[in-house]
């Protein structure tokens, strides 16, 4: 009987390298402390700064988290997911075309149509296709191979830019 969380690990940490374990923990919470710092007590900051308006206040805190974001992302060699899901299933030449190319098609389900009654994963979805959203009604879905669509759902389809006709002319077909 193995554990539920099994991590293997084939190369272990030196022990004389330890202090740069510590070093970087007390650097980043520091760094972290003074964000969090400066994110809760905005106000406090914005009161010597009054050529900036009040309802602006927000955005600025909100603009500073962006690029954290971003570098995180970046840094730890992250993709968005709609993004790194396509890449899965894109055929590996086109991978290299497609980061930061995609683009989305829209489909609404009309009354006549193949996709209505049918459950996500019994639809025959064009290759370098996939399913993001849907929106039904005011309320957006998120897709599984269990749910079933109905008509008059809006589809939210990524694609890799240079398909996205190909992908437009499948699925029109289909409805």
């Known amino acids: 009987m193995q554990p539920v969380l099994r991590i293997i690990y084939v190369q272990s940490f030196p022990l004389n390298s330890y202090w740069l374990l510590l070093l970087m923990g007390l650097i980043l919470g520091l760094l972290g402390y ?44 992250g993709a968005p997911i709609y993004e790194s899901l396509l890449a899965k299933i894109v055929v590996p030449k086109q991978l290299a075309t497609l980061r930061g190319q995609t683009d989305t098609v829209e489909i609404i389900i009309n009354q006549p149509s193949h ?37 008059g759902d809006r589809l939210e389809i990524l694609t890799d830019g240079n398909q996205r006709s190909l992908v437009w002319q499948t699925m029109t077909k289909l409805n």
Do not use: C, S
């Open 34 to 77: 003074l964000y969090q710092i400066f994110l809760l007590h905005t106000d406090y900051f914005y009161r010597y700064f009054r050529m900036i308006p009040r309802q602006y206040h927000g955005i600025i805190a909100f603009l500073l988290v962006i690029p954290i974001g971003w570098q995180f992302t970046d840094t730890l060699g």
């Open 115 to 151: 996709l209505a009654e049918k459950q996500v994963r019994d639809i025959n979805w064009p290759k370098g296709a996939l399913l993001v959203k849907i929106f039904r009604g005011e309320q957006e879905l998120v897709p599984n191979g269990d749910l079933i669509l109905q008509v």
